[in-house]
């Protein structure tokens, strides 16, 4: 058996008297990727920020690689690195001194955060920008940079909530085979994304979740198999026969 580095039991949360995550249970294993797929509004940020120690669940228990989230906050911390959904960047910052003062807040000297800096910048393809301020950048650089800060510190769990929304697909590929990559050196990957050849693409095992609740969980095959014949099935279909056809918000 694979070792869980992830383990979320039972979480829930919710705003007001909205039931936001409803009973969510899962594991990852050390080196997967796991997938989090679900239409708007089904809980995978508000997951999301459980796992990765911005929210307190209302109930249930994270432990990351035997650390409980709530007993040993930063022991777990020191092992996640997190991709949010929202833009989190200086726009008046160049991309370099946006990763520089991002690795010195977590802790590194400036030669740390220096070495860190320039081999994220180059990793995402964006050293010939370095000295230039974000605001001019695309919604697909923002990404990137957006990804070389929640690198920084070297994290061998990675939080990615819908790194790829509305960007341009020379962007959008370059953050694959970054993942993939990491993938390679024995990251474990948490991937939100609603976009779903991607996620057929990429993870080893995916979750779909709606109203704040896991209504299926397997390999990308497995859940094809389950509702015709896998080869001429599309994770798509799956999908919308679990969530149904209604819009969302
Ligand atoms: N801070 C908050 N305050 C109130 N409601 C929230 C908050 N965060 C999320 N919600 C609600 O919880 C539900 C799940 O949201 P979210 O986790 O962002 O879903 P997803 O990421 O799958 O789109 C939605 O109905 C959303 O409006
Ligand atoms: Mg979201």
């Known amino acids: 058996m694979a070792e869980l580095f992830l383990v979320a039991d039972d979480l829930h949360k919710s705003f ?14 050390r080196n997967e990727i796991f997938g989090l797929l679900g239409p708007n509004g089904a809980g995978k940020t508000t997951t999301i920020r459980m796992l990765s120690t911005v929210l307190d669940p209302d109930a249930g228990e994270v432990k990351i690689s ?4 709530r007993e040993h906050p930063n022991e777990a911390r020191a092992l996640i690195g997190v991709c949010p959904q929202e833009l989190a960047l200086y726009e008046d910052l160049s991309a370099f001194d946006n990763l520089m003062f991002f690795g010195r807040l977590v802790g590194m000297n400036s030669r740390e955060a220096k070495a860190q800096t320039m081999s994220n910048l180059a990793m995402m393809g964006l050293e010939t920008r370095a000295k230039d301020k974000v605001s001019k950048f695309s919604g697909g650089m923002k ?8 690198l920084m510190g070297q994290p061998k769990l990675l939080f990615l909530d819908e790194p790829t929304v509305g960007i341009d ?9 970054t993942i993939q990559g990491l993938r390679q050196k024995g990251m474990t990957v948490l991937y939100t994304t609603h976009y779903m050849e991607e996620a057929d693409r990429l993870c080893d095992r995916i979750a779909i979740m709606d109203g704040g609740k896991i209504v299926a969980m397997d390999t990308s095959r497995a859940l094809k198999a389950n509702i015709g014949d896998p080869d001429k099935t599309t994770l798509e279909d799956v999908f919308l026969k679990l969530t149904g056809r209604s819009l969302r918000d």
């Open 66 to 69: 035997g650390f409980s989230t």
């Open 143 to 150: 990404r990137r940079v957006n990804l070389g800060i929640a």
């Open 16 to 29: 007001n008297d909205h039931k936001a995550v409803n009973g969510v249970t899962f594991t990852i294993a």
């Open 169 to 177: 697909p020379q962007s959008r590929n370059k953050i694959f085979e």
